[in-house]
């Protein structure tokens, strides 16, 4: 601090943190996402896991993760000290991202897409995809505001 002024020098420079996941991935194809993420943490069965926000020409929206799937894919590949940052493996996410983008819906429908994953114990196990905007909006053709999630199907 400059004593004379009460203010910072020149030298001092704020900080921020940023995580990969809040970057650019609506700009890059599904193929180039990070297979490997780091997400705000701790992740538990009953917590919503932001994995990326999206952006499109009606803005920014976000893609969200139950923790409880990533909880049975085993996803998470570290988690930080006091679980503040937890990585997770995203790959088998981002294929259903991509197939709902390209108007894949599974065995549902816009706004509520439902496909399987395969566990590591070699379970399928259900999940929807829900577009927020897309469900209370299904003949909208503007680009989702969303947010859209990945749940386990009950």
Do not use: C
């Not at 700009?27 to 701790?42: S, Y």
């Not at 990533?70 to 998470?76: F, G, H, K, M, S």
């Amino acid at each position: 601090m400059d004593r004379d002024f009460d203010r910072p020098t020149e030298s001092a420079k704020p900080t921020g943190r940023a995580l990969p996941t809040h970057g650019r991935q609506a700009e890059r194809p599904a193929a180039a996402r990070a297979a490997v993420v780091t997400v705000e943490g701790p992740i538990n069965a009953r917590s919503l896991v932001t994995q990326s926000f999206e952006r499109n020409s009606e803005g920014r929206y976000e893609r969200k993760l139950a923790g409880e799937l990533v909880l049975a894919l085993d996803a998470i590949v570290e988690t930080g000290r006091g679980g503040d940052t937890v990585r997770i493996r995203v790959e088998r996410f981002n294929e259903l991202w991509a197939r709902y983008d390209a108007g894949d819906y599974g065995s549902g429908s816009v706004g509520q897409a439902v496909y399987t994953i395969e566990t590591p114990a070699g379970v399928e196990l259900p999940v929807w995809l829900i577009d927020e905007d897309r469900a209370a909006s299904p003949d909208e053709t503007r680009p989702t505001h969303g947010p859209q999630r990945i749940v386990p199907a009950r």
